[in-house]
C-alpha cells in the first residue's frame, strides 16, 4: 500500500518551493498590472511615410517625388498593457502633407500619424509637430552621345592607341529636370591600368560631366542601357622607307643611273601586326625617264595600303634628283627612221625633222652632235591604219658610256598605204 505524500514533505523540497514561489510572483504581477496599472506607454520607430501627390497642385505641375518617400517617423501611444505591447508599425498610418508643393523644391511637409482601426483600448498620445523633407521636380529623359576614356591604358612598345570609343552611341538619362540640366556632357569611364598590345573591349562606369568639365554626383539620375562598355583599338606602329620606280627608262641605262633624294624618306603607319609586318617598303609610284630634266621634282601622294593609318599625317613627298652634274641641250634631227615595218602596208614617215632636247654630264653634252641621236618610229609598237596618222618616235643615242636621255615626247606624221593599192 502507497504511502500518501503530505504537504509537510512537499514543502521541505527545495525545487517545489522555488517552482511555487515563481508562479505565485507570476500572479502577483499580473493581477497588479490589471488592477492596479493597466496602462502603458509605449513609443513605436520607424512607421514608414505616405507622400501621395493625387489631386494635388504637384500632381497639377507635373511633379514628382524625387526623394524623401521613404521617410519613417515615431509616434507615442498609451493604452492596456496587454494591447500596446503588441502593437507594431502596422497599425499605424503615416501620411505627408503636400497642400505646400506648388513647383520644384525641397520642402518640409507635415506628417500625420493615424490609428488603421479604431480601437479604444490604445490612443496616440504625440503627434505634433512630425515633419520629412522631401524633394519634387519635373522627371525627364534625354539622349546624350556618349563618349569613352581610357586613362590607365597605355600601349607596348611598337604599338599606338588608335582610338577609344564607346561600344554603344549613346545613352539616355532620367532623372530631375534640374539635375539633368546640369549634364553637359557623358562617358564611359576606366580606369583599369594597363599595358596591351591588342585591341580590347572592357566594362566602364557612366560619369556626367557639367559645362566646366567637371564630374556631377547625380544619384537620382538613372540611365539606358545599364550596361557599359568601351573598346580600346591598339595599332602596331612601324617607320617603313618610301620608295620610286622608273619607266621608260633609255637603253643602257638602269634606274640606278641617277641619285635623287625622297623627303620624307618614310613614313610613320600603324595597322594590324599581320599586316604591317609583311610589308618592308611603301612605292610612291613611277617616274616617267622622259620627264626627268636638270633640276627635276616630282610630287606623289603617299598611299598606304587598306587598314594602315598614317600617324603623322603626312600625305604627300617629293622626289628630287641630283643633276647639278648634269646640262640640257636642243639638238635639231632631220632623220626619222621607221623600224618593224608593218606587213600589208607601206609606209612613210613624212616628219623628218624635230627638236630633241637631251640632258647628259657635262662630258657628254661637249661631244654630242645631232648626228649621235637617232630618232625611229617602232612599227611593232604601232597600231596602222590607212591613211596619215600620228606615232611615237622614240629617241635612242646609241654607244654613250655616260648617262644621256632625251627629255620629252615626240610624235612624227606617218601615211599607210595598203600594198596594192
Known sequence: MKKKRNIGNLLDN???????????????????AVTVNPDQSVTIENIPVTISLDKSAAKEQGLDVIWGDDATV?????GRRYKVGALTTANFQAVADVSNVTSAGEYDLNVSVTKVSDDPDYEIVSNQSLTIRARFDHVVSQEFPLYAQANGISAQDGFILDNVYATTDSVTLTG?????ERVASVAVVSDRNETISQSM????EL????????AVDLPYVSYEPTKLQLTVSVSMHKTIPLTIRFNNIPDGLSEDTLKYTITPSTVEVAGSSEAISNVAEINLGFVDFRNIDVGSSFTFNIGLPAGFTNVQNVTTATVKFE???????????NEVNTVNPPDGYSVQVDTQSLNVKIVGTAAVMESLTAQDIVAAVDFAEVTVSSGQFRAPIKITIPGQS????????????VTATPNGS
Open 14 to 32: 527545495k525545487k517545489f518551493v522555488i517552482i511555487l514561489s515563481l508562479i505565485i510572483a507570476i500572479i502577483t504581477w499580473t493581477v497588479i
Open 74 to 78: 515615431s509616434v507615442l501611444v498609451r
Open 176 to 180: 530631375p529636370q534640374s539635375d539633368i
Open 201 to 204: 573591349t572592357i566594362d566602364g
Open 207 to 214: 560619369v556626367m560631366y557639367d559645362g566646366d568639365g567637371n
Open 323 to 333: 643633276t647639278d652634274d648634269y646640262v640640257s641641250k636642243t639638238f635639231t634631227v
Open 402 to 413: 655616260e648617262p644621256c636621255w632625251a627629255v620629252g615626247e615626240y610624235e612624227a606624221l
